[in-house]
């Protein structure tokens, strides 16, 4: 367990330093506005992203959890400090150049499913891999995700459950270096929420995708490499988890 101070520190608590730094971020602040309204979303952030590892990220509402989770993917920038990805520092990059980042290296997975309700599940996919690079057939990502069999249903004829593993597919489907799920299950009841989970797990685990999943759900944590808990805009601790627990075993 590692304390605050080490969560804050210039080497912030590392599950597997043998694995390549994916994301680094160090001294990330970020406010919104000025003077006496002042919000201070993020406080001096340090904080390294692996290869491969699932990370969950903890914490009350306003905490700062978001924030620090739209810059990693270059939707936001912070007023102060640096975010790299790998030898690419984000913090001085253009628009056009994140915008490449974000099409290129990051997949979005939100609460809401933001589907085209006109296309089938493979149409709203097939979105995504006609501008990627290096895209998967979207019939190979929804089969990643356990919706082989629903590949011509409309959104309106998916349960929730399975139109957030459509939007997965499509976050997934142009194979990104990072996947950034912001309550991912926050819509949905614990049964259908952990067949959700289950399907990031398999993404984590065949593709070797550096995930960083944000809940308030506390149980959810135990299935992550790493647990980052945030208070007030910093980060309070980071927690190893010695053996990740499968999704199919929570209970909340």
């Known amino acids: 367990m590692s304390t605050a101070a080490d969560a804050q520190s210039s080497d912030p608590g590392a599950p597997a330093r043998a694995r390549g730094v994916t994301l680094r971020a160090r001294g990330l602040t970020k406010v919104y506005g000025s003077g006496a309204v002042a919000v201070h979303a993020l406080r001096g952030v340090d904080l390294d992203l692996y290869e491969s590892e699932l990370l969950v990220l903890l914490g009350a509402s306003g905490s700062g959890k978001s924030t620090l989770l739209n810059i990693l993917g270059g939707l936001d920038r912070p007023s102060d400090g640096q975010v790299r990805f790998r030898d690419l520092d984000l913090t001085a990059c253009g ?98 929420g952990i067949r959700v989970l289950e399907a990031i797990e398999e993404v984590n685990r ?21 647990v980052v808990r945030f208070g007030d805009g910093h980060i309070v601790e980071v927690a190893e988890n010695p053996d990740r627990r499968p999704a199919r075993e929570l209970e909340w």
């Open 206 to 226: 065949e593709l070797g995708t550096t995930t960083a999943l944000i809940t308030h759900n506390a149980p959810i944590a135990s299935i992550a490499d790493r």
């Open 95 to 192: 628009e056009a150049a994140l915008t490449r980042y974000r099409r290129d290296h990051v997949g979005f997975v939100f609460q809401f499913y933001n589907l085209m309700p006109s296309l089938t599940a493979l149409e709203n996919v097939a979105l995504v891999t006609e501008i990627a690079p290096k895209p998967m057939a979207p019939a190979e990502a929804l089969a990643l995700v356990g919706l082989e069999a629903r590949l011509d249903h409309f959104p309106a004829q998916l349960s929730g459950g399975e139109q957030q593993r459509v939007a997965i597919a499509r976050a997934i489907a142009k194979r990104p270096d990072v996947l950034l799920c912001d309550e991912p299950t926050g819509a949905l009841d614990s049964a259908t």
